[in-house]
């Protein structure tokens, strides 16, 4: 499995940004999907997850109603659309594939290399 992130820069705060993970080596309509992000000095954290349908979408308060995470099967692609960006959500984000084989909450195991998000204030 490999997965590509993509679509990070530099952007001004209330600004919009897109993401894309591109996805191959296993067929990626099977599986549940994330992104993460990591800012400097702080732990990784999860910021929105997506059931493998699409029809089920979780995100935490850090940026529920400003970002959006979608997949497009077809495609093999995995997007993250964040708007109304602020200084904070600089990071590096990161796309990742949940276990299946691991019951419960999401468990990944494969990750994308991560791109970098600089929100200018």
């Known amino acids: 499995v490999q997965l590509q992130a993509y679509g990070g820069g530099l952007v001004q705060a209330g600004g919009f940004l897109r993401l894309s993970c591109a996805f191959s080596g296993r067929p990626f309509g099977d599986y549940g999907m994330a992104w993460f992000r990591q800012a400097p000095g702080r732990e990784r954290e999860s910021i929105a997850t997506?059931?493998?349908?699409?029809?089920?979408?979780y995100y935490p308060d850090s940026v529920k109603g400003r970002f959006t995470i979608s997949r497009d099967n077809v495609k093999n692609t995995l997007y993250l659309t964040m708007n109304s960006l602020k200084s904070e959500d600089t990071a590096v984000y990161y796309c990742a594939k949940d276990d299946p084989s691991v019951p419960g909450p999401f468990i990944m195991d494969y990750w994308g290399q991560g791109t970098l998000v600089t929100v200018s204030s």
């Open positions: 997506i059931s493998w349908g699409g029809g089920t979408t």
